[in-house]
């Protein structure tokens, strides 16, 4: 069974930096295109930053210029590179996988928090 677990989430002040990483595991990482998602208090789910198998890169307006995701395909693992993080980068960070050959192949982490205090 395919499981992503997220870490590296934490409390950091206003203007520091984070990575959050994403490991999975039961299949290979090259198999997915691999996406950062957060959710805060209140909101929706929202798209923060994806990567192609390809490695092509995408970034929500809020983030890019701040945040670069990566992967890792020997170590099945993605990575968020947060910086210049600001109070309204608060949220859970969902990491999510899904098979461009499958669409039904796509798989949740559990989260990891980031709080940033101001």
């Known amino acids: 069974q395919v499981q992503l677990v997220e870490s590296g989430g934490g409390l950091v002040q206003a203007g520091g930096s984070l990575t959050l990483s994403c490991v999975i595991s039961?299949?290979?990482?090259?198999?997915?295109?691999m996406d950062w998602f957060r959710q805060a208090p209140g909101t929706e789910r929202e798209f923060v930053a994806r990567?192609?198998?390809?490695?092509?890169?995408a970034y929500a307006d809020a983030v890019e210029g701040r945040f670069t995701i990566s992967r890792d395909n020997a170590k099945n693992t993605v990575y968020l590179q947060m910086n210049s993080l600001k109070p309204e980068d608060t949220a859970v960070y969902f990491c999510h996988a899904i098979n461009p050959a499958s669409n039904e192949d796509s798989y949740w982490g559990q989260g990891t928090q980031v709080t940033v205090s101001s």
């Open positions: 990567i192609t198998r390809g490695s092509t890169r």
């Open positions: 039961g299949r290979t990482v090259s198999t997915y295109v």
